[in-house]
Nanobody
């Protein structure tokens, strides 16, 4: 069964850190770029960061640049999102998604999606 499973979310104080993981099963991530997306209540889904198949190319939304770092370990079939200096506005459900080939800003181009993990930044 093809699956992406996110983990690592939780409640953290402003300024804190979390590391999200996106583990794939049933297929290999080697040929897929992986994007992280988030959606807060009442807001549209937005792209956070994306990493190419080899990990050589990454891009991030302006709102998280300098704070979030995306990485991947193809041997573990897992992608990570290290989130530092978290702010209340980072509160959202975070999803990872896989797209064959290059990163895309179009949600509909992604082939597989995880179920999401909640991140809440609050004091």
């Amino acid at each position: 069964q093809v699956q992406l499973v996110e983990s690592g979310g939780g409640l953290v104080q402003p300024g804190g850190s979390l590391r999200l993981s996106c583990a794939a099963s049933g297929f290999t991530l080697d040929y897929y770029s992986i994007g992280w997306f988030r959606q807060a209540p009442g807001k549209e889904r937005e792209g956070v960061s994306c990493i190419s198949t080899s990990g050589g190319v990454t891009n991030s939304a302006d709102s998280v640049k300098g704070r979030f770092t995306i990485s991947r370990d193809n041997a573990k079939n897992t992608v990570y999102l290290q989130m530092n200096s978290l702010k209340p506005e980072d509160t959202a459900a975070y999803y990872c998604a896989a797209v064959l080939g290059l990163c895309s800003k179009w949600f509909e181009e992604y082939d597989y999606w995880g179920q999401g993990t909640q991140v809440t930044v609050s004091s």
